[in-house]
């Protein structure tokens, strides 16, 4: 298995349909998929996610930089192979399935059209079908499937081809919440059991977190930070990050330049109260996450602006001394207008 490489890859519509002020869709995007990798592309709209799926499939050729699936070169700014020449294979969040054929007949139609018939192509239907938990239903039409299991044979469909790399633009954007979580599980056995590269677009950050084995985030065309699910939680860099992955308050406080990015709660206590009084450094922007603040007895005086149940727990909207917002988890209820001390336990210096 070879690694897909993404190297200085942009897209430029021309001047005249370019996203605002003439920049390119897609700018200057460099990474290298681990073999077998699940990479989800995050960001907001118009970032240029789908543009970049698009051109690894094949559908769009790159205006400058390269894209490359081990040794083989698949697109540059001079030509691209041709999407079927690729050995990939792309869902799509409206499935685009066959209404007039069976679940089997839309499984096995991409071998149809490779001239794979009879015993091989009964084998390799019911191998796709029952990966995806679908044998039962391969003599229905779609019209009759509810919106997961039509999914499920969209995923069928692209697995039976055994493709080196699955391109998947926000496959599960026309399920209800309930349904993507259902899935969700369903793409990650898909993706053990494949072995395939998977290229996975979507702007719920949530999912993008539980399925992929790296993240990379998008804005404005360009890759800010990729890295385990875990890593960009932990270490996420700049504002945009942050503020797109998990949930959390970014606060402004006074920080001595060039510290520990990871900071405790000395220093952040000491950068809390220094703002009642001369700030001891320029304001840096410093992530907090709710799990982070606890009441403890040696914090700072913060009040309660709401408390939502939310099931396993309430989620607090707090106010610093100084007015910033920050979000915190509570396993009790704490009335809302009550002043309490919270410590800080973590903050990331973004
Ligand atoms: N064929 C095209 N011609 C001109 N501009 C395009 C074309 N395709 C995309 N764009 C522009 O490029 C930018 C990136 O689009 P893209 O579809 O890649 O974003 P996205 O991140 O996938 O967004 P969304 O999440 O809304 O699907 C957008 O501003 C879009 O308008």
């Known amino acids: 298995m070879a690694q897909l490489i993404l190297n200085h890859l942009s897209k430029d519509f021309g001047s005249g349909k370019s996203p605002g002020n003439g920049r390119p869709a897609v700018a200057d995007v460099s990474l290298t998929l681990r073999r077998q990798g699940f990479l989800a592309l995050l960001g907001p709209s118009g970032c240029g996610k789908t543009t970049v799926l698009r051109m690894i499939a094949g559908f769009e050729q790159p205006s400058d930089g390269s894209i490359s699936y081990g040794e083989r070169r698949l697109s540059d700014a001079g030509g691209?192979?041709?999407?079927?020449?690729?050995?990939?294979?792309?869902?799509?969040?409206?499935?685009?399935?066959?209404?007039?054929?069976?679940?089997?007949?839309?499984?096995?139609?991409?071998?149809?059209?490779?001239?794979?018939?009879?015993?091989q192509w009964q084998k390799r239907v019911g191998e796709a079908l029952?990966?995806?938990?679908?044998?039962?239903?391969?003599?229905?039409?779609?019209?009759?499937?509810?919106?997961?299991?039509?999914?499920?044979v969209a995923l069928a469909r692209c697995l039976v081809t055994q493709p080196?790399?699955?391109?998947?633009?926000?496959?599960?954007?026309?399920?209800?919440?309930?349904?993507?979580?259902?899935?969700?599980?369903?793409?990650?056995?898909?993706?053990?059991?494949?072995?395939?590269?998977?290229?996975?677009?979507?702007h719920d950050q949530a999912e993008a977190m539980a399925l992929a084995t790296d993240v990379a985030v998008m804005s404005e065309g360009r890759l800010l930070q990729v890295a385990p699910p875990a890593e960009i939680y932990a270490r996420p860099e700049g504002r945009v990050v942050g503020g797109l992955i998990g949930r959390g308050s970014i606060l402004r406080l006074p920080l001595a330049e060039n510290g520990d990015r990871q900071l405790g709660w000395p220093v952040l206590r000491a950068s809390l109260g220094s703002r009642d009084g001369v700030p001891v450094g320029p304001l840096a922007d410093v992530l907090v996450r709710p799990e982070h603040v606890h009441r403890g007895t040696d914090g700072v005086l913060m009040r309660v602006l709401s408390s939502v149940f939310e099931g396993e727990r309430f989620a607090l909207d707090l106010a610093l001394p100084d007015g910033q917002r920050l979000k915190a988890f509570s396993s009790v209820a704490i009335a809302e207008g009550q002043t309490a001390p919270f410590v800080i336990a973590g903050g990331w210096r973004l």
Not at 98 to 108: E, S, Y
Not at 168 to 194: C, G, I, V, Y
Request: aromatic share 6%; charged share 25%.
């Open 80 to 119: 691209a192979l041709p999407p079927e020449k690729r050995n990939m294979a792309m869902v799509f969040q409206s499935y685009a399935l066959w209404p007039h054929m069976t679940v089997a007949q839309n499984v096995g139609y991409p071998l149809k059209v490779r001239g794979i018939s009879g015993a």
């Open 164 to 202: 080196d790399v699955v391109l998947l633009d926000e496959p599960l954007a026309n399920l209800d919440q309930h349904l993507r979580k259902a899935m969700e599980e369903t793409f990650r056995t898909f993706h053990e059991r494949s072995g395939a590269t998977m290229v996975y677009v979507t």
């Open 130 to 152: 029952s990966l995806v938990k679908l044998t039962e239903l391969a003599e229905r039409r779609p019209a009759a499937l509810s919106g997961g299991q039509r999914q499920r």
